[in-house]
């Protein structure tokens, strides 16, 4: 079989198989499945360079006022971001144009906002909370060597400045070096700036034209969870895990 491309505007995958995780999650009082989307759309928009007042207030933030271990996500704080941001319209424009170039127009303005931070990440997947969102990140800082790698996908996503993605919250996903094929604490050491800014939006994922360009399935025949199960993501019964350090799925 050919190897797939390590970077791409958009894939799609060969359907899941019955085993994979079925994700369920609340609409309105309806609790409905669908399964994990086999497609990323990632891509590389041009926006305006950070200014210096904002990136010196992201390094006091990141190195006086967090503890940020290798693998580790965090929030940053966006209203104080946006006061020294004045392009910070511009970089949400250039955005939704790329988004609507893919037939999605109106994103990201569709979800909530947040301003993020990541020294690397662990493999993971966010169904346990977000089960019924896509993500929509616009990545800001420098290229430093690094990649979003969905294993399940074998796709890599290089990160530089204006690097955007659209993928399913249950798709596991780590942030990994271009060298590497897994998550190694010892890839991020001490004294070396391996950290990761960008701008996230939460998605609903049952808005058509996002559910259509990810290739979402709702509501399969074939249900893997039990009655009693609740929002998150199921795999053969039980709450679908994932190595930290592979992004295997764990059983």
Same mark, same amino acid.
């Given at each position: 079989?050919?190897?797939?491309?390590?970077?791409?505007?958009?894939?799609?995958?060969?359907?899941?198989?019955?085993?994979?995780?079925?994700?369920? *999650?609340?609409?309105?009082?309806?609790?409905?499945?669908?399964?994990?989307?086999?497609?990323?759309? $990632?891509?590389?928009?041009?926006?305006?360079?950070?200014?210096?007042?904002?990136?010196?207030?992201?390094?006091?933030?990141?190195?006086?006022?967090?503890?940020?271990?290798?693998?580790?996500?965090?929030?940053?704080?966006?209203?104080?971001?946006?006061?020294?941001?004045?392009?910070?319209?511009?970089?949400?424009?250039?955005?939704?144009?790329?988004?609507?170039?893919?037939?999605?127009?109106?994103?990201?303005?569709?979800?909530?906002?947040?301003?993020?931070?990541?020294?690397?990440?662990?493999?993971?997947?966010?169904?346990?909370?977000? $089960?019924? $969102?896509?993500?929509?990140?616009?990545?800001?800082?420098?290229?430093?060597?690094?990649?979003?790698?969905?294993?399940?996908?074998?796709?890599?996503?290089?990160?530089?400045?204006?690097?955007?993605?659209?993928?399913?919250?249950?798709?596991?996903?780590?942030?990994?070096?271009?060298?590497?094929?897994?998550?190694?604490?010892?890839?991020?050491?001490?004294?070396?700036?391996?950290?990761?800014? *960008?701008?996230?939006?939460?998605?609903?994922?049952?808005?058509?034209?996002? $559910?259509?360009?990810?290739?979402?399935?709702?509501?399969?025949?074939?249900?893997?969870?039990?009655?009693?199960?609740?929002?998150?993501?199921?795999?053969?019964?039980?709450?679908?895990?994932?190595?930290?350090?592979?992004?295997?799925?764990?059983?």
């Amino acid at each position: 079989m050919p190897a797939r491309p390590p970077y791409t505007a958009g894939m799609s995958y060969p359907p899941a198989p019955p085993s994979t995780p079925t994700a369920l *999650f609340w609409s309105g009082e309806t609790l409905r499945s669908r399964r994990v989307a086999q497609t990323v759309l $990632a891509g590389r928009i041009g926006i305006p360079p950070l200014p210096p007042r904002l990136l010196a207030d992201w390094q006091r933030e990141i190195s006086a006022r967090m503890v940020l271990e290798p693998g580790d996500v965090e929030v940053m704080p966006l209203a104080r971001a946006r006061v020294r941001w004045p392009e910070y319209r511009a970089c949400v424009e250039a955005l939704a144009a790329w988004a609507a170039t893919l037939g999605l127009p109106g994103l990201p303005g569709l979800g909530d906002v947040a301003l993020m931070v990541c020294r690397g990440a662990r493999y993971h997947h966010d169904g346990g909370q977000y $089960a019924g $969102a896509a993500f929509c990140n616009l990545f800001l800082s420098e290229d430093k060597g690094q990649d979003v790698h969905f294993p399940g996908l074998d796709l890599r996503v290089p990160l530089a400045p204006g690097t955007a993605l659209i993928f399913d919250t249950c798709q596991p996903h780590g942030v990994i070096p271009r060298t590497r094929g897994h998550f190694a604490p010892a890839d991020f050491p001490d004294g070396r700036d391996d950290t990761q800014v *960008f701008l996230t939006w939460e998605l609903p994922i049952e808005h058509p034209p996002l $559910a259509a360009a990810l290739g979402i399935a709702f509501d399969p025949a074939s249900r893997a969870p039990s009655q009693e199960a609740d929002e998150g993501l199921w795999l053969d019964g039980s709450r679908a895990e994932v190595c930290p350090a592979t992004g295997a799925w764990l059983r």
